[in-house]
Every structure is written in structure tokens, then in C-alpha cells.
């Protein structure tokens, strides 16, 4: 619990000291909006800060920082650290100046700045792997909702044709008329959730394995001869909601168009990202107690604990939510676990389709054009649903390869502003620094990973290296030729 309580308590110093740090890099100013400038009543439209705020949470949160903290628990107290550090010094700032560059590129999406900022080939490529990982976000944040509601009543193909109604009617209508109205109180039933349990593991301070004396893969330790993931690259790709995550570079410009002044950025953006660190905190703590805790309620209360994602998480969460907060609050914490994929899916959507409308310049203010779009993209996240249910392991499958790709999504993103920082003249290295961790992780993975090449450990590591050293070179070079041209007499 100590380390818990340091945690939270870093999290915040980082919110007020560095954020503050990456703010005046920035440099926000009183220039006009892209939500005054280009209001239309259906995307770009001004809303209240607090509004901004809880729809931002809700959008980038979903069941990620609850479910991947769950599963990173059993990598011990090594997932504090990657929290607290990836959400301070990466995911935050990488929220938040990708909302600030759409703000500066008049609400452009994420397909948009890569383009303008890593090229034309980067941004095709980017537009096919963005639109991709939210068609997977769409399919497979129906399945986990819809399977906690068939636990209620009700089946599970009844209630994910419930949520893919919702869906569309939440993709084609104006963001203020559905998203902006039921979003914070969604918010508010995560935000209850996680405070709620905070508060409970104060009260009865359960002893936990502490930093200094569990710095190791506890998963392995526990379960000896049965293979497990290594820490590294597998904790950063397990934990990415809470730590860093590409998919919120996507949600991002939906909030950027609804933004009355730049100054809002830093408790928006920053601030957002922080808070789902410390919902991912909690919840990497809450497991913690389950897997290694005295007193513990031992496996035997999670039997499906190690048969994968979509069995353990779920129970855990619903085991937690009835046994520590009553009825009301395990009702408005389940709320809040239902309700965040089900808001997570429809704003991917939501991004999908202004994104193939940037593309293909298509104005979105008339029905016609918004089903134009939005009928293929809701008919391919349906076809990899069905395909989903019909294989035993389809969720497991999906699950692992769009960890992965938010992952590498992520690095792209990195990449696209520590150019925009260069280009400004500013401090490249705050982001320099996490782009070349992302880039090594996401690189070591496709080596390492059984769903992907699968080969030997040192080797991977090995190969890892050189990707790391590759793209030190690239940067260097590059960094090289444009300070040339920015000295250029000519230029």
C-alpha cells in the first residue's frame, strides 16, 4: 500500500509540475478555435469545460486502465512504475499535444497531422492502421459489455445489437445531443467506482508486495515451470490505457473541436490522462490484493484467473464491485464498467467516420453523406464481431493484436510531434525520449510475442537493439539535414 500511496501521490506532483513544464513549451494562446471558427452544429461545437473533461475521460478510459491493469498486476510492482512513468512523462503529454496540434491544424485528425508532419506515405499507411484499429475498437468493445449485461439478463446477441443501435444513433447525431448529455454521468459512475475502492483500501490497508521487494515478473515466481510473458516488452503492451496508449491520439481531435481556448488543454488533455492512471493504479493494486495479498481470497475465487482476458477481468471486477461496495455502488460501478467500452466504442466510430470524411472531403452536415460513410464502417466492425464469436479464441485474438497496434499507433504519434517540437524549436527530447522506448517495445514485441514471430528471447532483445539503434540513426540524420535547411540562406 505504500507503494500505491507513492504512486498516487507522483501522479499528481507530475499533473502540477510537469504538465505545467510541457504547457509553457507548448505555449497556448487566445487565438480563435476551430469550435468558434468552425462551428456547424454537429462536430465543432463550443461545450463547458467539465463537460470536455468527463467526455475525454470516458472516451479514452473504456474497460482499458480497469482490464489491462488487472492483467499487468501479475507482473507485480513493476506496473506501478510503468504507470507512473508512462502516464507522466509519456501518455500525458502524448494526449495532450496531440489535442493541441489538432487545435493548431483547425480540428485535423490524427490521419491529417501525420500526414503534414511524417509525410504523405506515413499518412496513408496511418490512415489504413487508424481506421483499422477503430473498426477493432468498435467490435470488441461491444463483446465485453454485452457479455457483463447477459450476466443481468437478457442475451448476449440481444444486447450487442442493442449497443450497435446505440452505436450509429451516437455516430450520426450532433456530439452535444447524445455524447455530451450521457457522457458525464458515465463519468461520474467511473469516477465513483475508483474512489470508492480508493477509499476502501485505505480503510483496510491490505499488505501488498511493495516496490523494493517484489521488483520482479511475481506471474512467473508463483506459477514456476508454467511460461509466462517477460516484463519487458510484455507489461507495456498489456498495460497501455492508464501508462500510454495511440488509440487516445484518435480521440483527442473529437474534444479539440469542442474547445472554447487553448488554455483548457492542460487539465483536459493532461489532466484526463492523469486521472485514468490513478483508475489504473487503483485497479492494478485491487488485483494485487487478489493474486498476492494478506489476507487474499486466494485463485479459487477467480479460477478462469489464468484462461485470458475476457473470462479473469470481468470477474474480478464484478467479485470487487458486489463484495466492497454494496449495492448502490456496485450498481454505479458496474455502470461505469458497462458503460466506458460501450462510450469507447461509439466515439472510435465517431473518429472513424470524420476521418474518411477528412479524407475524402466529404461534408459531413448532410444525413446522406454521414450513412454514406458510416454504413460500410459499422457493416466491417459487425463482419469482425461474428467472426469474433465463431472462433473459441476470437476475442483473445483480436484483444492481443489491437494491443499491439495501440501500441504502434502510439509510436507513429510520438514520432509526428517530436517532429512538430524540432520544427518549433523546442524541447524535442520530452518526447524524443518516449518515442524511442515505444519504438524498441513495440519492435521487441513482433519479435518476441507468440501471436506474433515468436522466435527466441535473445534474439528478439538483439534485434530489438538494432531497431532502437536504426532509429537513433534515422533521427540523427534527419535532425541533421533540418537544421541545415533552417539555416539555409535559400530556404
Known amino acids: 500500500m505504500i507503494t500505491l500511496t ?24 487566445d ?25 475525454q475521460f470516458l472516451n479514452i478510459a473504456g474497460t482499458g486502465p480497469i482490464f489491462g491493469a488487472i492483467m499487468g498486476a501479475k507482473f507485480g510492482p513493476a506496473a506501478y512504475v510503468w504507470i507512473v512513468l508512462g502516464c507522466i512523462f509519456a501518455g500525458a503529454t502524448h494526449d495532450y499535444l496531440s489535442g493541441m496540434l489538432s487545435i493548431r491544424h483547425d480540428g485535423a485528425g490524427l490521419p491529417e497531422m501525420m500526414g503534414h508532419y511524417l509525410g504523405k506515405t506515413t499518412k496513408n499507411v496511418m490512415l489504413v492502421l487508424t481506421l483499422v484499429l477503430l473498426i477493432m ?5 461491444v463483446y465485453t459489455p454485452a457479455e457483463i449485461l447477459h450476466s443481468i439478463g437478457g442475451h ?48 483496510h490497508w491490505p499488505t501488498l508486495p511493495e516496490l523494493w521487494t517484489n521488483f520482479y515478473n511475481m506471474g512467473a515466481a508463483t506459477e514456476p515451470g508454467k511460461w509466462t510473458d517477460s516484463i519487458f516488452p510484455a507489461l507495456f503492451i498489456t498495460i497501455a490505457c492508464g501508462a500510454i496508449s495511440g488509440f487516445h491520439a484518435t480521440q483527442s481531435p473529437l474534444m479539440a473541436r469542442c474547445m472554447k481556448s487553448e488554455r483548457m488543454g492542460r487539465p483536459l488533455f493532461y489532466g484526463a490522462m492523469i486521472t485514468e492512471g490513478a483508475v489504473a493504479l487503483i485497479w492494478a493494486t485491487v488485483s494485487a490484493w487478489f493474486f498476492y495479498g494478506e489476507p487474499t481470497p486466494g485463485y479459487e475465487l477467480i479460477g478462469a484467473a489464468n ?30 464498467v458497462v458503460a466506458a467500452p460501450i462510450t ?24 446522406s453523406k454521414r450513412l454514406m460513410i458510416c454504413v460500410p464502417l459499422f457493416a466491417c466492425s459487425i463482419v469482425l464481431l461474428i467472426w469474433q464469436m465463431g472462433n473459441p479464441d476470437g476475442f483473445n485474438t483480436i484483444w492481443q493484436y489491437f494491443g499491439w497496434l495501440n501500441q504502434a499507433l502510439s509510436v507513429f504519434t510520438l514520432w509526428m510531434i517530436t517532429v512538430y517540437l524540432v520544427r518549433q524549436k ?25 501471436q506474433m514471430l515468436n522466435l527466441p528471447e535473445t534474439v528478439g532483445y538483439l ?6 539503434a536504426t532509429a537513433c540513426a534515422w533521427f540523427t540524420i534527419w535532425y541533421r539535414r533540418e537544421k541545415s535547411k533552417s539555416s539555409s540562406p535559400y530556404k
Not at 448529455?181 to 483500501?201: C, D, N
Open 463 to 468: 534485434l530489438g537493439a538494432a531497431c532502437l
Open 307 to 336: 484462461d485470458g482476458f475476457h473470462t479473469s477481468a470481468p470477474v474480478v471486477v464484478s467479485l470487487v464491485c458486489n463484495d466492497w461496495l454494496g449495492v448502490l455502488g456496485a450498481i454505479l460501478a458496474m455502470l461505469g
Open 344 to 367: 469507447s466504442g461509439d466515439t472510435a466510430l465517431r473518429s472513424a467516420r470524420l476521418i474518411v470524411a477528412e479524407w475524402l472531403k466529404v461534408d459531413q452536415r448532410p444525413v
Open 31 to 55: 487565438r480563435v478555435t476551430p469550435a468558434v471558427s468552425k462551428a456547424d452544429g454537429l462536430d465543432y461545437i463550443v461545450l463547458p469545460g467539465w463537460k470536455i473533461f468527463m467526455v
Open 426 to 450: 523546442k524541447n524535442y527530447w520530452l518526447m524524443l525520449i518516449p518515442a524511442l522506448f515505444m519504438t524498441v517495445v513495440c519492435t521487441t514485441y513482433i519479435f518476441v510475442s507468440r
Open 156 to 203: 448476449t446477441i440481444m444486447w450487442m445489437v442493442i449497443i450497435f443501435v446505440y452505436y450509429f444513433i451516437a455516430t450520426m447525431l450532433p456530439i452535444d445531443k447524445i455524447i455530451g448529455k450521457v457522457y458525464p454521468l458515465f463519468a461520474f459512475s467511473l469516477l465513483f467506482m475508483t474512489v470508492g475502492l480508493m477509499v476502501w483500501l485505505f480503510l
Open 137 to 141: 475498437v468498435g467490435a470488441v468493445f
Open 6 to 29: 507513492l504512486s498516487l501521490f507522483a501522479l499528481i506532483l507530475g499533473y502540477i509540475f510537469y504538465g505545467r513544464l510541457v504547457e509553457r513549451m507548448f505555449g497556448p494562446d
